[in-house]
């Protein structure tokens, strides 16, 4: 398995882990279909809330520089109020998870100085609210420009 995927996994098992959202559903990559988040027994359409995990890569020059990774967290619903309180209870509580943890050996290593936020317009619309968290990682190593970084 690719280092790029094998981080991805322990950042998502890691989160799943830590976080006590109920509900909440997790995946990689992409979405697997749409009714995978269709929250079922419910009179009105709703969906669960979700957090999607991607990774990027950042090319210069056609060389590979670093590992960007971005959680996608999304939800459904009506009062706008309602949305925004508990779209960023559930950011905030990814945010915290990852900066605490910024280091779990074997497994990942954050720059917690990468992290960066974004209420993401773009993935809004109707009653769909989403949240895009971006930050660097890396399988902490001996060697490792993340830790290097840190002064670790």
Request: charged residues 35%; glycine residues 6%.
């Amino acid at each position: 398995m690719s280092k790029t995927i094998t981080i991805q996994n322990n950042i998502l098992e890691h989160l799943k882990e830590n976080l006590d959202i109920l509900r909440l559903k997790y995946f990689r990559m992409f979405l697997p279909k749409e009714n995978a988040i269709e929250e079922k027994g419910k009179n009105e359409s709703g969906y669960y809330p979700f957090l999607l995990i991607r990774p990027r890569k950042e090319l210069k020059d056609g060389v590979f520089k670093k590992r960007i990774f971005e959680i996608i967290i999304g939800l459904e619903e009506e009062n706008d109020d309602k949305a925004q309180e508990n779209l960023f209870d559930i950011v905030e509580k990814v945010i915290e998870i990852i900066e605490k943890n910024s280091i779990v050996p074997g497994k990942f290593a954050i720059n917690p100085a990468t992290i960066v936020g974004d209420f993401n317009p773009e993935v809004c619309g109707e009653d769909f609210w989403g949240y895009t968290i971006t930050f660097e990682a890396d399988i902490p190593a001996v060697k490792s420009k993340i830790l290097e970084e840190m002064d670790f």
